[in-house]
């Protein structure tokens, strides 16, 4: 550790804070800068730092989450195609592509911050096509388009690596690693996937060698003994893990970041994990040797957390259920705390999970209005998880790594967030069938026989997508980043979605559960009960999208009835049904390859998306209009908005097998007012898991902030909402999400 | 048994501690101008229009068997007079605009909406009777924070005091904590401002004040009425009775709070049609209530 000379102690150094702050502006500039070259960002704030203005070449792609977007990349960069289509494909060509981009990557060194590194494009946006066109299925397209299916073929990352792996191996390790088992599996296969892996790791060699080099070049220029000396520490750090392992933990931090942000570039791929656990030795070890303070292990995080807003978990039980919060929590909340930017830090939350730590996240929630920790019900997902046949030690160590989700580090392939079924799309489907049939009485009931028909076709065509993106996925785009910390690609030889990891179970989730349950709900009583409009001349409503002189009439009047979420509605039976129902086909059986699927709740934020897809819906929803959010009601589901209704529903409708169906909750500042405002909360979000809730997305928004940030989002550069599982800044958002937020906010 | 109540707030964060569900009952015995819940104040069932949700549809002109419902030049006026709260029009009324403010509903009922929340009132929380004034309806009270304890859910009542004794005496039973407002010392000036004197209140309020029961008095702080030396002479009655609470040896606390006057019931004039005397208040500005109760404090040892 570098020792201040006597001379040097007498000028004015830079605080730790004042570092932050000036970390904190870096990134609003970085942020406006994104904002006029890109414009909305509907999805996670990444640390990206865009490429400098004359090397900047901006396309429109698809994001990692499937979303459309405007996308900057390099000029200098181009990809050399293996395939007629102009696209790239397989371990070798993906590799040695993505090797020849880290090479000529530009380099990012701020004197402020501890750590070096930013990445500056995604790779993806240079992959078009990205689904190689030889290994098309049109004997899934039928099913696919007939439910609007989100079939996840061709889905990246959304599975969690072993940190502890390269944490002890260093890059030097993994390219040994490979190198041995290249001699073990000769296999066309295994060869072609270590030729990926091993450009792969050569490439980012190449990128920290380089940082290296830079930070001693600006250290020489430097005239700030302060930020030489960081330039000088930057410099030996960075040659140093180009091959060996990290031993303190400011070397720790900046290995993780050097897979995360690469992981980013890659695919968006990357969790952090257990961070608070996977570092904790490095900074106890330094803590002992005198070596760290509490204040400079902050400034440490914080120089992390300003690049990288991956996801995270902060205590929680270990594989005996004991909880492992230590110090690092605590001072990886206050590095966000601090910072004030989006992150994605979950805090643990379960029967022997800290309440300190949950009382400081809750504090934070209400300093900061940022949406910053969330809350993960650990119990719930760990012992949901046992209920497909495996032990609560290993539920225990399926830890939160991404948006709504969970993984075995290391050890599993999930296909979280990937796979979706639109289960609006399947109610329209449903209806249009049910009312071409004249020999069947028309009735909701009759309506649901309907639908359970279709929504188990739905659940059938939706894994035998997911089977064939088993079977093609590792020769198309591999897993060439993630593959390397986990337990089984190097050493079989077959990328994590074919074969190189222990644990396969597939994500499905559903969406759009409240537009359903409301709608069964709305016929059931002004259709069937109250006799007051024909099932035909409702389906004339629909499909005249409620225009026409009753139109708005009659759909206020489907609007009306009492809704899902209000508490002891028939709205609450649907949507419990519904969500039943879901569960049990999605258990029925595994993937004709026999690979486990587990069903939970959650839209992301495509909830807008998938309802352009949809006419409109017999719940007083417009075609084209958002279907409803994740496992949550819709806005106005209670003219009080009550949290606790809405905490009740979201834990009847659970699934139940480790995956979650999260409750999104926004909450009036004015809760935060009361002397007794954080024990509250805290109550709050302990009830919810109590009752059998798994993750809790939570914002403390006032109201006429968020309405003036809607109208200007200028004004507002530094608020920071959750969307949903991720954060961002508001004035990132499209119009159409920052609408979403918005209406949640005044539950109208 | 039933009541008549107008509102079950579930979530409801200050009225007593921690998460709790309100139950508002209908009928109040003062008739405060500034009154937000002025839908509680009558005993009787009232008719809530709102104009700016009303799509104009007409259904409630067809079905209303009273004629309230008129169409004069495209304006929607109602004839408030005839009306029997009998709710038919707002079956119709799809819009959200008609309401009707007091449902009867049997103890089983409110029971049943308000064990909904019960797993959030384990950490502090409970149920809290409101209004209106609750005990307006004492057996109806009463029976609700009965079957309440028999739930061991912890139970707060918010009375105005102006009941008789032997009324509040039927609930002490069953009631772990009374928040009472206290407005004004002056009975004439209480009568003035809220149409009935206030010996019966001070007196209840003595008498609250030496049970082994938790209270905490409220005062709205209402400019023009209560907002100078008025809330001194209300710091000596409290200091009076907390004097007298200790000299009876009882533990329990008596806590006093003050209320910020707002003016956001606005609305809920509108849709009974009446005027709303409260709009033209001043706002006190939060500082300036602080700075009072800051002086009140030093004055009182409160
Ligand atoms: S029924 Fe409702 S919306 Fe229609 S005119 Fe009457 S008040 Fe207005
Ligand atoms: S409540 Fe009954 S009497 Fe009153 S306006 Fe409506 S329909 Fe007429």
């Known amino acids: 550790m570098h020792q201040l000379s006597e001379v040097e102690c007498h000028r004015t150094v830079l605080t730790f804070d004042e570092r932050i702050a000036s970390l904190y502006q870096t990134k609003l500039k970085h942020t406006q800068e994104k904002w006029e070259a890109i414009g909305s960002m509907d999805f996670d704030d990444h640390g990206l730092v865009l490429p400098e203005p004359e090397s900047r070449l901006p396309i429109q792609t698809i994001s990692g989450s499937g979303v459309p977007i405007t996308d900057i990349l390099l000029k200098e960069y181009s990809i050399q195609s293996n395939h007629p289509s102009g696209g790239v494909f397989g371990p070798r060509a993906v590799g040695s592509n993505f090797r020849r981009l880290l090479e000529l990557h530009p380099t990012y060194i701020d004197p402020m911050s501890s750590l070096a590194g930013a990445y500056r494009v995604n790779f993806m946006s240079y992959r078009n096509p990205a689904w190689n066109p030889d290994c098309a299925y049109p004997h899934l397209e039928p099913q696919i388009k007939k439910y609007k299916l989100i079939p996840g073929i061709g889905a990246v990352q959304h599975f969690c690596q072993d940190l502890s792996i390269g944490l002890t191996l260093g890059w030097g390790g993994i390219l040994d690693k490979i190198h041995r088992f290249r001699t073990i599996n000769v296999d066309d296969e295994a060869q072609a996937l270590y030729d990926g892996l091993e450009a792969t790791v050569l490439g980012i060699q190449n990128w920290i060698g380089r940082h290296g080099d830079e930070a001693a070049r600006m250290a020489a220029q430097e005239e700030n003994p302060q930020l030489r000396q960081n330039l000088i520490e930057i410099a030996a750090i960075n040659r140093k893990l180009v091959t060996d392992p990290p031993a303190t933990f400011r070397e720790g931090l900046q290995w993780v970041l050097w897979y995360q942000i690469i992981g980013k570039m890659y695919n968006m791929g990357g969790s952090l994990g257990r961070i608070d656990q996977l570092l904790y030795p490095f900074y106890q070890r330094d803590k002992f040797k005198n070596m760290l303070t509490d204040e400079e292990a902050v400034f440490h995080l914080a120089s992390y957390l300003v690049m990288d807003t991956s996801y995270m978990q902060l205590g929680g039980p270990d594989e005996n259920g004991v909880d492992q919060t230590n110090e690092l929590s605590f001072l990886v909340l206050e590095a966000a705390h601090r910072l004030k930017i989006p992150a994605n830090i979950g805090v643990s939350v379960g029967k022997n999970s800290s309440e300190e730590l949950l009382r400081r996240g809750v504090e934070i929630q209400f300093a900061d209005h940022a949406g910053m920790p969330k809350f993960l019900g650990v119990d719930n997902t760990s012992e949901g998880f046992t209920r497909n046949g495996y032990p609560i030690e290993l539920g225990r160590q399926r830890i939160y790594s991404g948006c709504h989700w969970c993984a075995i580090p290391g050890r599993e392939y999930t296909m979280n967030d990937c796979v979706k079924i639109n289960l609006a799309a399947v109610f329209e489907t449903a209806l249009n069938d049910f009312l071409s049939d004249e020999n069947v009485e028309p009735s909701a009931e009759n309506l649901f026989a309907c639908y359970e028909k279709h929504l188990r076709c739905a659940v059938q065509a939706t894994a035998e997508c997911m089977d064939f993106h088993l079977d093609h996925m590792y020769n198309d785009f591999p897993e060439l980043h993630l593959d390397l910390l986990c337990h089984g690609p190097i050493e079989r030889g077959r990328d994590a979605s074919h074969g190189g990891v222990e644990f396969y179970n597939l994500c499905l989730d559903a969406a759009g559960l409240a537009t359903v349950a409301d709608s069964f709900a709305a016929l059931e009583q002004r259709l069937d009960r109250e006799k007051r409009l024909s099932w035909k001349k409702l389906k004339e409503t629909l499909d005249a999208n409620w225009s026409g002189g009753e139109g708005e009439r009659v759909r206020l009047m489907m609007r009306s009835v009492p809704r899902y979420g209000h508490g002891g509605t028939p709205a609450d039976d649907w949507g419990i049904r519904i969500a039943q129902l879901f569960t049990d086909l999605v258990k029925e059986k595994p993937t004709p390859h026999g690979f486990n699927m587990i069903p939970g709740i959650f839209s992301w934020a495509a909830n807008i998306l998938y309802g352009l897809d949809v006419g409109a819906t017999p719940n007083g929803r417009f075609a084209k209009a958002p279907i409803s959010h994740g496992p949550n009601p819709d806005p106005g589901f209670r003219k009080d908005g009550a949290p606790t209704a809405l905490a009740n529903i979201v834990a009847v409708v659970q699934p139940g097998y480790g995956n979650t169906a999260p409750l999104q909750i926004e909450l009036d500042p004015g809760t935060v007012r009361l002397e007794n405002g954080v024990q509250l909360i805290v109550g709050y979000i302990r009830t919810h898991f109590e009752l059998g809730g798994t993750q809790i997305n939570l914002n403390i928004v006032d109201k006429q902030k968020i309405l003036a940030a809607d109208k200007d989002p200028n004004r507002y550069p530094d608020l920071v909402v959750r969307v949903t599982g991720f954060s961002a800044y508001f004035g990132s958002l499209s119009p159409e999400f920052r609408r979403m937020v918005v209406d949640r906010i005044l539950q109208e | ?302």
């Open chain 2, 1 to 302: 048994m039933t009541g008549k109540i107008f509102h079950i707030q579930r979530f409801s964060i200050h009225d007593g501690p921690g998460i709790r569900t309100t139950v508002f009952l209908k009928g109040c015995p003062l008739s405060c101008f500034w009154c937000h819940n002025p839908e509680g104040i009558s005993v009787s069932s009232e008719l809530l229009y709102n104009p700016d949700k009303c799509i104009g549809c007409g259904a409630c002109l067809q079905c209303c068997p009273n004629g309230v419902h008129l169409m004069e030049t495209d304006q929607h006026i109602l004839q408030r007079q005839n009306c029997t709260a009998c709710g038919k029009c707002v079956q119709e009324c799809f819009s959200g605009a008609l309401e009707i403010a007091g449902l009867t509903l049997s103890v089983e009922e409110v029971m049943q909406e308000v064990l909904r929340d019960q797993a959030f009132y384990s950490r502090g929380g409970g149920v809290t009777l409101s209004g209106g004034e609750p005990l307006m309806q004492a057996a109806f009270s009463r029976a609700i924070l009965q079957s309440c304890k028999e739930h061991a859910i912890h139970t707060a009542v918010e009375t105005c005091g102006d009941v008789p004794w032997r009324q509040i005496e039927t609930i002490l039973p069953y009631t772990d904590l009374i928040l009472m407002d206290l407005k004004l010392l002056d009975s004439d000036r209480h009568r003035a401002a809220v149409g009935r004197p206030n010996e019966r209140i001070l007196q209840n309020a003595r008498l609250l004040a030496q049970q082994e029961l938790p209270i905490e008095f409220r005062t709205p702080v209402i400019p023009t009425v209560n907002d100078g030396e008025e809330l001194l002479a209300l710091a000596g009655f409290v200091t009076e009775l907390k004097q007298m609470r200790t000299r009876a040896g009882i533990a329990a606390e008596l806590r006093w709070e003050w209320l910020a006057f707002h003016r956001l019931a606005g609305d809920k004039y509108k849709s009974l049609g009446r005027a709303y005397r409260a709009a033209a208040l001043p706002l006190m500005p939060l500082s300036q209530l602080q700075e009072l109760r800051k002086r009140v404090e030093r004055e009182y040892f409160l």
